[in-house]
């Protein structure tokens, strides 16, 4: 609209001019600014718009990278071409630029292709938008395009978490010099099916799957879940108390990252591992082996903060049934605050009159991620606050000390004898 009044002045000052001076000179000055303002009001703007936006992946971890596409086609008109699409919070872009502004010529169709990459920061799902295309003239004084190209493109970000390959380190060895799954394999089997396998000489016939057998003609058995095989039980707080700290690095993403490198590690050393979520109200019964650790993944996609009012003794009674009958440790994973310490105490209380092993607390300080001297102040009071539980408390700064080390320091609780 600027563009379009400078030029109405330009065209209408000359006349002016040669009116009140009697000069008619003046009038050959208005041509030039009168014929770009004929080109401009007559000249379309870019239009039979087409194109599409592709992703190269859809299934991220967090702090994984995928790129994007845009391919563009303008057919009519004459102008520029602005292209722009909006990246959603929880990414950012690494390389290349999701705005572009391009110039259409007269007569001859506009063909682009570019790239960008994005970086995943945030678990969950998330929606890339559809590609905005506005086309003007090129003076920016006539009708505008207005183009939406391609869907909404859904992608998954999975939370992070460390391999197992990375923990497994002589810090984490057992006294016995390995790695410890608290499971006798010599000792009577469950009932709880575990997978079908070859024959080996000394299997008892009873549990030869006749049909498995008979249908690829090779002898095949059920295999069941050992007795006494160790479970773990994790208690992750999904609650307010853990939405400290900014949307990408608060501490319920920093203790979602924790749970799941855990909950890896203890399912490849052969654990039963059972996870519950406080205040989501949501678990999954102990499982075991590493083909698992999918369905805990999917679990903690989009794990709180919930505003539900449910505590740690409730969720330790609703789940009792998933604690008594087993060598069972219970891990709570927590922002241990002077609100939240009563709370965590009953039910450790409660956990230790269920299970034959013992109580562990993760206590996550989110608050060093806010302010250096605020987080080292909380440091001191969570010690404090830790003596009164009576058990094993594992605190960690996920701002100082990276997710591997907060692993370790767990794990080697849990795996040298401390609970």
């Not at 997710?403 to 040298?416: I, Y």
């Amino acid at each position: 609209m600027r563009a379009l009044n400078l030029l109405i002045y330009a065209t209408l000052l000359p006349f002016a001019a040669a009116l009140l001076t009697g000069i008619p000179g003046f009038a050959y000055m208005s041509l030039i600014p009168a014929a770009v303002l004929s080109y401009g009001i007559l000249t379309d703007p870019p239009s039979g718009i087409s194109g599409e936006k592709t992703v190269e992946r859809t299934k991220l971890g967090v702090g994984e990278s995928t790129r994007v596409r845009v391919s563009l086609r303008i057919e009519e008109g004459a102008g520029i071409v602005q292209v722009s699409d909006v990246i959603p919070p929880g990414f950012e872009i690494t390389r290349g630029s999701n705005r572009r502004i391009f110039f259409k010529r007269p007569e001859k169709p506009l063909e682009v292709v570019y790239e960008y990459e994005i970086r995943a920061l945030k678990r969950g799902r998330h929606v890339l938008s559809p590609v905005e295309v506005i086309g003007v003239d090129p003076l920016r004084v006539g009708m505008r395009s207005y183009a939406i190209l391609g869907n909404e493109i859904d992608i998954e970000v999975a939370p992070s978490f460390v391999p197992v390959k990375r923990l497994v380190t002589r810090k984490l060895r057992t006294r016995e010099g390995r790695p410890s799954s608290h499971l006798s394999r010599m000792g009577p089997v469950s009932t709880d099916f575990r997978e079908i396998r070859e024959y080996h000489p000394g299997d008892p016939l009873r549990v030869i799957n006749w049909k498995a057998t008979a249908r690829l003609n090779e002898p095949l058995v059920n295999e069941y879940e050992p007795e006494g095989r160790a479970r773990v039980m994790i208690y992750l707080d999904t609650t307010e108390n853990m939405g400290v700290g900014t949307a990408v690095n608060g501490g319920l993403e920093s203790a979602v990252g924790l749970t799941l490198s855990i909950i890896a590690f203890l399912l490849k050393s052969d654990f039963r591992v059972g996870l519950y979520l406080v205040g989501s109200r949501r678990f999954e019964t102990p499982r075991t082996g590493i083909q698992a650790l999918s369905t805990f993944a999917k679990l903690l996609l989009h794990a709180g903060p919930s505003i539900s009012g449910e505590s740690f003794p409730l969720a330790v009674e609703r789940s009792r049934a998933l604690l008594e009958g087993g060598s069972t440790v219970s891990l709570f994973v927590t922002n241990l605050t002077p609100y939240t310490v009563d709370e965590i105490s009953r039910a450790v209380e409660r956990a230790a009159r269920f299970t034959g092993k013992g109580t562990i607390v993760v206590d996550v300080n989110p608050y060093h991620q806010i302010d250096g001297i605020v987080g080292s102040l909380t440091a001191l009071q969570k010690r404090a606050l830790a003596e009164k539980l009576g058990v094993p408390v594992v605190h960690w700064n996920p701002a100082g000390e990276s997710l591997p080390a907060g692993v370790k320091k767990v794990l080697w609780v849990m795996l040298n004898g401390k609970i």
